[in-house]
């Protein structure tokens, strides 16, 4: 039987992380629903659907490199404003509320339970028409979005100060987002 040496073990853990491109590997998560990176956005010229969201599957939380996952509660009258994400599909699920969504070509509600499926460089909006809050978790095939999440946001602990046009316009490229 061969015994390592601490160096050897040390050589080891860094062949391995210069094959994974440096990249960590993913932790286990068992999150509950108030569980995770919360956020809160910066005032900006285009609407928030909502002033706090959670992030809770990223490179940076548990070092997933394959899914962005987060969720967010957005107020009665609200909305996602038109976009699309070049490169990422998504899908967005409702727990709570009713929606009015604009997808692609499509038109219609839907309510606590439904599933939006999003391909990637499709346009999609939404509005909460309910009296309740729309719940939503989203969930992205590939990292990206979450820079945009983080780049518009703060730390729930700080105070967020307002963004410029140009802000926002400098968080959309690296953070896969187009606003129509």
């Not at 956020?39 to 285009?46: F, L, V």
């Not at 998504?90 to 509320?97: A, D, F, Q, T």
């Not at 509005?127 to 309740?132: D, R």
């Not at 780049?151 to 953070?175: Q, Y």
Request: hydrophobic content about 35%; charged content about 20%.
């Amino acid at each position: 039987m061969r015994i390592v040496s601490f160096t050897g073990i040390v050589s080891l853990i860094f062949l391995i992380a210069s094959v994974c491109g440096g990249q960590s590997v993913p932790k286990p998560l068992l999150l509950e629903k108030n569980e995770g990176e919360l956020r809160t956005r910066r005032p900006r010229p285009k609407p928030s659907p909502a002033s706090q969201f959670t992030l809770k599957v990223d490179p940076k939380t548990n070092g997933s490199q394959h899914l962005i996952v987060g969720t967010e509660s957005i107020a009665p009258g609200a909305s996602i404003p038109t976009h699309k994400h070049p490169t990422e599909d998504e899908v967005l699920l409702i727990h709570s509320g009713e929606a009015h969504v604009l997808l692609g070509e499509q038109e219609g509600d839907l309510h606590a339970g439904g599933l939006i499926f999003i391909p990637a460089d499709t346009w999609i909006g939404l509005k909460n028409i309910s009296t309740e809050p729309l719940t939503v978790t989203f969930i992205f095939s590939a990292p990206g979005f979450e820079e945009f999440q983080r780049c518009i946001s703060v730390p729930a602990a700080e105070t967020p100060t307002p963004m410029t046009e140009e802000d926002l316009k400098r968080c959309e490229a690296p953070g896969h987002m187009i606003y129509k």
